[in-house]
């Protein structure tokens, strides 16, 4: 399964962006999918998830009320609308895909499909 990832872009604090992540498996509504993100010099973090059917989503702490992930399965696309951009949201942000729902969202590893990613840069 490849993934592609767009909609990154520079942007200033307090303005939105969507990303959106489009894989190339026709069978797009058997992945569960996720984004992570990795700013310079860190460590990949969690970012959102969401259910085969949507039904499910998942947020970290720092992007809760800010991000809304989606999912359109008859587009095969699966989004991230991110409101209120800070600074601290710059990163290169991946969307991940596994065919099983992981045990933690937060867990990378238990993803087996990843993009290229995205850079996200949100100047103060």
Known sequence: VQLQASGGGLVQAGDSLRLSCAPSRRTFSSLV???FRQAPGEEREFVSGISWS???T???DSVKG???ISRDNAKNTVYLQM???KPEDTAVYYCAADNQLPGRWDN???FHYWGQGTLVTVSS
Do not use: E, I, P, V
Request: positive net charge; charged residues 10%.
């Open 33 to 35: 999918m996720g984004w």
């Open 54 to 56: 949507g039904t499910m």
């Open 58 to 60: 998942y947020y970290a």
């Open 66 to 68: 800010r991000f809304t």
């Open 83 to 85: 409101n209120s951009l």
């Open 108 to 110: 990378a590893k238990l």
